[in-house]
């Protein structure tokens, strides 16, 4: 089985602060995504990375950046979190066609 | 501008009913999936799709890729209150590599 973690389930920050939310995958696979999931908007992607130290802006990256040290894990980071960037976040790992997705993380920013 | 358009949006039915959810565009997709996603999860995959004209049975889930690659249906036969949650189709369009476009998705809630 598939196995992609988050590093938390619910956080709550303030306005301005630098928020870190962690994915690790199990797989070995080398593609990662950040997607954040808004009623009425859907999933949205923001950052993707195909390999270590590679990444490529999705469709909504302002406010966003992301780090990938190792293959397993992909980090998305909020540099001064905003109330707009109150949303759930999901990262996702691909497989030959599919992506297989972690059990979200639901942002709260005060 | 939406490339993936699912309908209906919300369907509320009774448990033992049959529906049926689609998803289309006018874009040729090399591969569809379909997910299920429950309140404060990730969503979880059903089915793959690949080859024009496919169908696939997952239980009481029929899930059928159109000719052309540009379309799909979800058919669940006697609904249950399980099947509740949010269904998303994800497509990739042919030549645009690992990403995957979504589609908005169709709420389904099953009641006694």
């Known amino acids: 089985d598939v196995k992609v973690t988050q590093s938390s389930r619910y956080l709550v920050k303030r306005t301005g602060e630098k928020v870190f939310l962690e994915c690790v995958q199990d797989m070995d696979h080398e593609n990662m995504f950040w997607y954040r999931q808004d009623p009425g908007l859907g999933l949205r992607l923001i950052y993707f990375?195909?390999?270590?130290?590679?990444?490529e802006k999705g469709d909504i990256p302002e406010g966003y950046s992301v780090s990938r040290e190792k293959k397993e894990r992909f980090s998305l980071i909020l540099e001064s979190a905003s109330t707009n960037q109150t949303s759930m976040y999901l990262c996702a790992i691909r497989g030959l066609y599919e992506q297989y997705f972690g059990p979200g993380t639901r942002l709260t920013v005060t | 501008t939406q490339l993936l358009e699912q309908s209906p949006q919300f369907l509320s039915i009774q448990e033992g009913e049959n529906l049926t959810v689609y998803c289309n565009s006018s874009s040729v997709f090399s591969s569809l999936q379909w997910y299920r996603q429950e309140p404060g999860e990730g969503p979880v995959l059903l089915v793959t799709v690949v080859t024009g004209g496919e169908v696939k049975k997952l239980k009481r889930l029929t899930f059928q890729f159109g000719d052309a690659r540009k379309d799909s249906s979800l058919h669940i036969t006697a609904a249950q209150p399980g099947d509740t949650g949010l269904y998303l189709c994800a497509a990739t369009v042919t030549g645009t590599a690992s990403k995957l476009t979504f589609g908005t998705g169709t709420r389904l809630q099953v009641t006694l």
């Open positions: 990375s195909y390999d270590v130290k590679m990444k």
